[in-house]
């Protein structure tokens, strides 16, 4: 196993805050990783960091041995990084498909002078963009929508079709924020399954913010704790289970 993503240390301030405080762990390329902690503990700010929508005031975060922190975001995803986000963020006017077919052509970009005079490659590709598409769906369970109105889809549905637009840039590193909120059991249960399958499927490395603790428990098998900004646990689910330190934080914060 190597490691593909490398925190050390990370910190980042809002004004008097701080939102993440010398955060260090290292994530194994193919793992299902999971980071939880009590609302407001610093998950979402530490996959902004992660994905360079914030720069850390201090320490380093590393894709494959590469420093990507101080990147831009989109410097960044073509590194290989791709998040959801907690508040859903499609496209609702347009169809399911033309969602996924933009972040395609995030990573698959023809150049502008391929696209005005309309070449063979320019069609190949758009083609190939087609077909991957389809296939996306397909697998997030989404082929019969593929031309509804992203808007128009159902909570859970539209929850699945984030992933499929971050799945699309081809990412190494996937990072899921809170994906079963708002489902109901049984969609969290087939949310889970379907996590592990895109692991496996694609190769992937995931890092999986949740609050569906059955979801975590079930799907990671290594899971970090923050709170406060702060780290205060990391190991298996069963350990995490466990902890005196982690039931203290939930109790606490309950
Ligand atoms: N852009 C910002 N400006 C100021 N404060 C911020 C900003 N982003 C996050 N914070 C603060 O940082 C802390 C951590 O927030 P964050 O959203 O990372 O928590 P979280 O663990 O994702 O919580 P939740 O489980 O509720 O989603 C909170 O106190 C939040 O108010
Ligand atoms: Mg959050």
Not at 118 to 145: C, I, N, P, W
Not at 167 to 186: S, V
């Amino acid at each position: 196993m190597t490691a593909l993503l490398e925190l050390k240390d990370v910190t980042r301030r809002f004004g008097g805050l701080t939102a993440v405080k010398d955060v260090s762990f290292t994530v194994e390329e193919g793992a299902l990783f999971g980071v939880i902690g009590p609302n407001g503990a610093g998950k979402t700010t530490l996959f902004n960091l992660i994905s360079g929508l914030y720069v850390p005031d201090t320490g380093s975060i590393a894709l494959a041995g590469t420093r990507v922190s101080g990147l831009a975001p989109h410097c960044v995803a073509a590194q290989g990084i791709a998040r959801t986000f907690q508040n859903i963020r499609l496209i609702g006017s347009l169809s399911v498909l033309d969602n996924i077919k933009i972040a395609c052509h995030m990573r698959r970009a023809p150049t502008l002078g391929s696209a005005v005079i309309r070449s063979a490659a320019f069609e190949r590709s758009e083609a190939d963009v087609h077909v991957f598409a389809l296939q996306l769906l397909d697998l997030l369970q989404l082929g019969t929508l593929a031309h509804e109105a992203a808007g128009n889809l159902p909570y859970g549905s539209q929850r699945r079709l984030e992933i499929a637009r971050a799945l699309a840039t081809e990412p190494r590193l996937l990072l899921l924020d809170e994906p079963a909120a708002g489902m109901n059991p049984q969609e969290s249960l087939e949310l889970m399954a379907l996590i592990r399958r895109l692991r496996d499927t694609f190769r992937l490395t995931i890092l999986l913010v949740e609050h569906n603790m059955k979801v975590v428990m079930g799907a990671c098998e290594r899971i970090h704790v923050l709170d406060h900004g702060e780290s205060i646990a990391e190991g298996t689910p069963e350990e995490i289970r466990g902890n005196a330190t982690v039931i203290e934080a939930y109790l606490g914060a309950g």
